[in-house]
Protein backbone atom coordinates (compact mmCIF):
# COMPACT_ATOMS: atom_id res chain seq x y z
CA UNK A 1 0.00 0.00 0.00
CA UNK A 2 2.57 2.31 0.92
CA UNK A 3 4.09 1.96 -2.54
CA UNK A 4 0.89 2.71 -4.48
CA UNK A 5 0.99 5.49 -2.23
CA UNK A 6 4.21 6.88 -3.22
CA UNK A 7 3.91 6.11 -7.13
CA UNK A 8 0.59 8.02 -6.61
CA UNK A 9 2.53 10.90 -5.29
CA UNK A 10 5.20 10.86 -7.73
CA UNK A 11 2.86 11.05 -10.51
CA UNK A 12 0.74 14.03 -9.21
CA UNK A 13 4.00 15.59 -8.39
CA UNK A 14 5.22 15.13 -12.26
CA UNK A 15 1.98 15.78 -13.79
CA UNK A 16 0.77 18.59 -11.75
CA UNK A 17 2.38 20.63 -13.77
CA UNK A 18 0.96 20.09 -17.38
CA UNK A 19 -2.42 19.88 -15.55
CA UNK A 20 -5.07 22.66 -16.71
CA UNK A 21 -2.40 25.06 -18.74
CA UNK A 22 -5.52 26.40 -20.58
CA UNK A 23 -6.73 27.89 -17.40
CA UNK A 24 -3.50 29.41 -16.68
CA UNK A 25 -4.10 32.16 -18.06
CA UNK A 26 -7.60 34.12 -17.99
CA UNK A 27 -9.71 34.28 -21.02
CA UNK A 28 -9.71 37.67 -22.52
CA UNK A 29 -12.96 39.79 -21.71
CA UNK A 30 -12.15 42.40 -24.93
CA UNK A 31 -10.73 42.74 -28.15
CA UNK A 32 -7.86 40.07 -28.25
CA UNK A 33 -5.38 42.40 -29.63
CA UNK A 34 -2.09 39.95 -28.76
CA UNK A 35 -1.73 36.43 -29.70
CA UNK A 36 1.53 34.20 -28.59
CA UNK A 37 1.78 30.57 -29.85
CA UNK A 38 4.39 27.68 -30.68
CA UNK A 39 6.12 26.67 -27.59
CA UNK A 40 4.68 28.29 -24.49
CA UNK A 41 3.67 26.67 -21.05
CA UNK A 42 0.65 28.55 -20.38
CA UNK A 43 -2.54 29.06 -23.12
CA UNK A 44 -6.00 29.91 -22.58
CA UNK A 45 -7.69 29.93 -26.13
CA UNK A 46 -6.82 26.58 -27.93
CA UNK A 47 -2.71 26.50 -28.45
CA UNK A 48 -2.82 30.15 -27.74
CA UNK A 49 -2.38 32.54 -24.96
CA UNK A 50 -3.67 35.62 -26.35
CA UNK A 51 -4.51 38.94 -24.44
CA UNK A 52 -6.55 41.86 -24.58
CA UNK A 53 -5.71 45.36 -23.67
CA UNK A 54 -6.50 45.05 -19.98
CA UNK A 55 -4.21 41.62 -19.62
CA UNK A 56 -1.85 43.81 -20.97
CA UNK A 57 -2.25 46.53 -18.24
CA UNK A 58 -1.91 43.96 -15.54
CA UNK A 59 1.32 43.31 -16.39
CA UNK A 60 4.45 44.72 -15.47
CA UNK A 61 4.11 47.94 -17.34
CA UNK A 62 7.07 50.91 -17.90
CA UNK A 63 6.94 54.16 -19.75
CA UNK A 64 9.91 55.35 -21.73
CA UNK A 65 10.72 58.28 -22.82
CA UNK A 66 12.94 57.98 -25.81
CA UNK A 67 13.98 58.60 -29.55
CA UNK A 68 13.30 56.14 -32.02
CA UNK A 69 15.62 55.26 -34.92
CA UNK A 70 13.25 57.28 -37.38
CA UNK A 71 12.85 60.54 -35.18
CA UNK A 72 13.91 63.32 -33.86
CA UNK A 73 11.43 64.03 -31.75
CA UNK A 74 10.83 62.71 -28.03
CA UNK A 75 8.43 60.85 -27.42
CA UNK A 76 6.83 58.91 -24.18
CA UNK A 77 5.81 55.55 -24.73
CA UNK A 78 4.09 53.08 -22.33
CA UNK A 79 3.52 49.63 -22.70
CA UNK A 80 4.38 45.91 -20.91
CA UNK A 81 7.59 44.70 -20.92
CA UNK A 82 8.33 41.81 -23.13
CA UNK A 83 10.17 40.01 -20.16
CA UNK A 84 6.45 39.71 -18.05
CA UNK A 85 4.45 38.96 -21.18
CA UNK A 86 7.07 35.84 -21.66
CA UNK A 87 6.81 35.08 -18.07
CA UNK A 88 3.13 35.04 -17.94
CA UNK A 89 2.97 32.52 -20.93
CA UNK A 90 5.93 30.34 -19.03
CA UNK A 91 8.43 31.06 -22.01
CA UNK A 92 11.71 29.11 -21.92
CA UNK A 93 15.21 30.74 -21.86
CA UNK A 94 16.91 30.50 -25.03
CA UNK A 95 14.11 29.86 -27.40
CA UNK A 96 13.57 32.65 -30.59
CA UNK A 97 10.43 34.76 -30.53
CA UNK A 98 8.97 35.71 -34.31
CA UNK A 99 7.16 39.13 -34.09
CA UNK A 100 4.37 39.12 -36.82
CA UNK A 101 3.08 43.05 -38.25
CA UNK A 102 -0.62 43.61 -39.45
CA UNK A 103 0.72 44.84 -42.59
CA UNK A 104 3.07 41.08 -43.54
CA UNK A 105 6.68 42.21 -42.14
CA UNK A 106 7.91 39.95 -39.31
CA UNK A 107 11.31 39.23 -37.89
CA UNK A 108 12.81 36.93 -35.02
CA UNK A 109 14.26 37.94 -32.17
CA UNK A 110 16.35 36.26 -30.16
CA UNK A 111 16.26 35.44 -26.18
CA UNK A 112 19.44 38.04 -25.25
CA UNK A 113 17.89 40.82 -27.09
CA UNK A 114 14.54 40.12 -25.86
CA UNK A 115 15.51 40.80 -22.29
CA UNK A 116 18.77 42.39 -22.11
CA UNK A 117 17.33 45.96 -23.24
CA UNK A 118 14.09 45.76 -21.44
CA UNK A 119 11.71 46.32 -24.84
CA UNK A 120 8.18 47.06 -23.92
CA UNK A 121 5.48 45.98 -26.30
CA UNK A 122 4.16 49.94 -26.15
CA UNK A 123 0.25 50.18 -26.59
CA UNK A 124 0.33 54.17 -25.83
CA UNK A 125 2.58 56.63 -26.86
CA UNK A 126 2.75 60.16 -25.67
CA UNK A 127 -0.59 58.88 -23.21
CA UNK A 128 -2.88 58.35 -26.28
CA UNK A 129 -3.90 54.85 -27.27
CA UNK A 130 -2.09 53.72 -30.75
CA UNK A 131 -4.25 52.91 -33.41
CA UNK A 132 -3.27 50.54 -36.57
CA UNK A 133 -2.79 53.62 -38.40
CA UNK A 134 -0.52 54.96 -35.57
CA UNK A 135 1.71 51.97 -35.79
CA UNK A 136 -0.65 50.29 -32.95
CA UNK A 137 -2.02 48.48 -31.38
CA UNK A 138 1.25 47.36 -29.90
CA UNK A 139 4.71 48.50 -30.97
CA UNK A 140 7.85 46.90 -29.81
CA UNK A 141 9.99 50.44 -28.35
CA UNK A 142 13.58 49.65 -27.22
CA UNK A 143 15.22 52.59 -24.79
CA UNK A 144 16.85 53.48 -27.41
CA UNK A 145 18.49 56.78 -25.72
CA UNK A 146 20.16 54.55 -22.67
CA UNK A 147 21.91 52.01 -24.87
CA UNK A 148 24.38 53.42 -27.38
CA UNK A 149 24.27 49.88 -28.94
CA UNK A 150 20.47 50.07 -29.88
CA UNK A 151 21.14 52.97 -32.41
CA UNK A 152 23.65 50.59 -34.59
CA UNK A 153 21.73 49.61 -37.78
CA UNK A 154 21.37 45.96 -36.79
CA UNK A 155 18.84 46.67 -34.38
CA UNK A 156 16.33 48.62 -36.46
CA UNK A 157 14.57 45.50 -37.46
CA UNK A 158 13.70 44.11 -34.12
CA UNK A 159 11.08 48.17 -33.91
CA UNK A 160 8.36 46.24 -35.02
CA UNK A 161 4.81 47.97 -35.23
CA UNK A 162 1.43 47.01 -35.75
CA UNK A 163 2.81 43.56 -33.81
CA UNK A 164 -0.46 41.31 -33.42
CA UNK A 165 1.46 38.10 -32.97
CA UNK A 166 4.55 36.66 -31.13
CA UNK A 167 5.12 32.69 -32.11
CA UNK A 168 7.71 31.27 -29.56
CA UNK A 169 10.45 28.78 -31.64
Do not use: C
Request: proline share 5%; no cysteine.
Amino acid sequence: MRSILKILAFLYGFLFPFLGHASDLPTPKGEVILTIDGNVGARNVGNAATFDIEMLQALEVKTYETHTPWSDHMYRFKGPTLESILKAVRFEEGQTLTLYALDGYQTDLNWKDATEFKPILAYSRNNVPMSRRDRGPLWLIFPYDTHEELKDARYDNFWVWQVYRIEVK
